[in-house]
């Protein structure tokens, strides 16, 4: 069964977080800017699913964190 979700995230700078979170796509996961971040997942395990939407939801909070700072 194939699991797939699409999370759209309103971002400050949508394009400075996704230029870090980029190198990090595995060929099933993808983020792109597009005036919010957008993530799109598709897996074989609802698991998997879940913990990849996780992973980006903790990177993105780290990110706004650090844009904040640098402000």
């Known amino acids: 069964m194939l699991c797939h979700a699409r999370l759209e995230v309103e971002s400050k700078d ?3 977080v996704v230029k870090a979170l ?3 796509d595995p060929e099933w996961c993808s983020c792109w800017a597009d005036n ?8 074989e395990k609802i698991g998997t699913l ?3 939407l996780d992973d980006y939801l ?5 990110c706004e964190g650090v844009l904040e ?3």
């Not at 919010?36 to 897996?43: K, P, S």
């Not at 903790?58 to 780290?62: A, E, L, P, Q, S």
């Open 14 to 16: 949508p394009e400075a």
């Open 22 to 24: 980029k190198p990090d």
């Open 36 to 43: 919010r971040i957008v993530i799109e997942v598709r897996v």
């Open 50 to 52: 879940l913990s990849a």
């Open 58 to 62: 903790i990177n993105i909070k780290m």
């Open 69 to 71: 700072v640098l402000g």
